[in-house]
């Protein structure tokens, strides 16, 4: 299952990015926001309207929080001129207050003991601020650090190899290297979503951010069918 999830959330970041990139430039950015904020909470109702894993649930959950992420951060830097430093820094303490007001009430992190609204309200909260975060730390390296969105796709590849290795080799916690990861995921997708889909002037390969919102999105969607078809990511009862 672990394949399975990291491939869904990489893909749901990209989506996360290009879907927001297209929606702000088609339609008027405050009501692109709007929208983006509107399916969000659907996608969350209908996330907190069971008390079981549902698949489809789950990952429309994740990939508004991508949208509307994307969105959050964006809106500092292009709404209000924020640089993508003081974004970046501005995000990852909000994600530091997040996991530490979690911690403070249920002495633990792990998404495995998420069982009670309550962690579900600090799981969600983290992982909007995660995406948020990401999306202003892939936007820093790209265009502040003058990296490109290929480099600092490459970048943050790099960077999500040290979880996954302190994890598999050296014993890293597995709550840290979790939510390690997870950050580090955001900015390797939107990376190279924005590659993808921005013009050769700008370093992509002109995809457009509709064509590659529309295939990642599918790609998504080809996951959850199988694995609701599967029930791969469904732990077997304990007996």
Do not use: C
């Amino acid at each position: 299952m672990t394949a399975y999830f990291w491939i869904a959330k990489g893909l749901s970041t990209g989506m996360g990015e290009s879907t927001s990139d297209f929606l702000v430039h088609k339609l008027v950015p405050e009501l692109a926001v709007v929208l983006g904020g509107i399916g969000l909470v659907i996608a969350l109702v209908l996330q907190f309207g069971v008390r079981r894993y549902v698949a489809w649930r789950y990952w429309l959950a994740v990939a508004m929080v991508g949208v509307f992420g994307t969105m959050a951060a964006d809106a500092l830097h292009v709404g209000l001129g924020v640089p993508y430093i003081a974004s970046t820094v501005f995000y990852a303490i909000v994600l530091a207050v997040v996991f530490r007001a979690w911690y403070a009430s249920e002495r633990t992190l792990s998404i495995h003991s998420i069982f009670t609204p309550r962690r579900e309200l600090f799981y969600w909260a983290t992982v909007l601020a995660t995406f948020a975060l990401g999306t202003a730390a892939g936007d820093l390296t790209a265009v502040t650090f003058g990296l490109g969105y290929f480099a600092s796709g490459l970048l943050f590849a790099g960077v999500i190899a040290i979880p996954a290795l302190g994890y598999w080799r050296f014993g890293m916690n597995s709550i840290l290297a979790f939510w390690f990861a997870y950050v580090a995921t955001r900015p390797l997708g939107a990376s190279l979503a924005d590659w993808l889909a921005v013009t050769h002037r700008r370093g992509g390969l002109a995809l457009g951010t509709g064509s590659v919102s529309l295939a990642l999105a599918a790609l998504i969607a080809a996951i959850v069918a199988y694995l609701t078809a599967t029930r791969r990511d469904v732990p077997a009862p304990q007996l």
